[in-house]
């Protein structure tokens, strides 16, 4: 009976831990605004304690977040309507104690906090994205918008990925996310 307690117990810790460790899409919805349809979406970024410590130190995470327009029902090689990939990064910088996130390409500066967390959080908040134009939506057909995030290990360091391709703890992704577009 004391087995089978430690067992039930050590399951649900274990359960927690991967849990606290997932990425995951909280909330998603799209908004028609001026004849397009936009995306905001919040996403948890839970990080394993391998990404942790290795942003701590000093090595850039870099998110990628795919979001595709498909017709519902679609089959897997049908074309996407609306296809795109964002990539997001986030970094601490030691000297001045500060985390920085910002969208790749292009903008360096990003924006910067003074927490961890308020960083991740503010990672997972895409607002207002531009999905697509209301014009290139059929009113008679159903549309699906699908989203993943992943952690980009292909923009770690050099040195870093093989124990990143061979360790568990960075392979990190929502998984697909999919909810109805109407036009």
Partial sequence: ????????????????????????????????????????????????????????NGVPLTILVH???????????????????????????????????SRLPGEEQGRTFVTRQAAITALGELNHLYLVSEKRLDPEQAYEVHLRASLDIEELPLPLRPMAYLRSGWKQSTGWTKWPLTP
């Fill in 1 to 56: 009976m004391a087995l089978l307690l430690v067992v039930t117990l050590g399951l649900a810790l274990s359960q927690r831990t991967l849990a606290a460790e997932a990425f995951s899409v909280i909330n998603a919805k799209t908004e028609r605004v001026d004849g397009n349809m936009l995306l905001s979406a919040a996403i948890d970024y839970g990080f394993s304690e391998r990404a942790l410590e290795a942003l701590e």
């Fill in 67 to 101: 979001i595709q327009v498909r017709e519902q029902g679609a089959w897997i090689w049908n074309e996407s309507l609306v296809d795109v990939s964002l990539r997001y990064r986030i970094r601490y910088k030691p000297l001045s104690e500060h985390y920085l996130v």
